[in-house]
């Protein structure tokens, strides 16, 4: 058993926000490396679609905080 895993649902969540914040970060940094417009398009459409997964883990975790 790998002791290293999350065991709770917060803990999951919190690991999984952390996980979309660094591929988040890894689009936002190659946008700055990128020229060609459509992988820039790309880029950025996967770049906000980690932010909304963001947002949707932020507003799980905090409702399982109040609860």
């Keep these: 058993m790998n002791s290293g895993l999350p065991k709770t649902p917060i803990e999951i969540l919190r690991d999984a926000l952390v996980r979309?914040?660094?591929a988040h970060d890894y689009y936002e940094q190659m946008l700055h490396n990128c020229k060609s417009d459509v992988v820039v398009?790309?880029?950025?459409?996967?770049?906000?679609e980690e932010s909304r997964h963001l947002r949707l883990i932020q507003a799980m975790i905090a409702r399982m905080e109040l609860a």
Aim: proline fraction near 0%; hydrophobic fraction near 25%.
């Design 20 to 22: 979309e914040r660094q």
């Design 41 to 48: 398009d790309l880029l950025e459409t996967l770049k906000n």
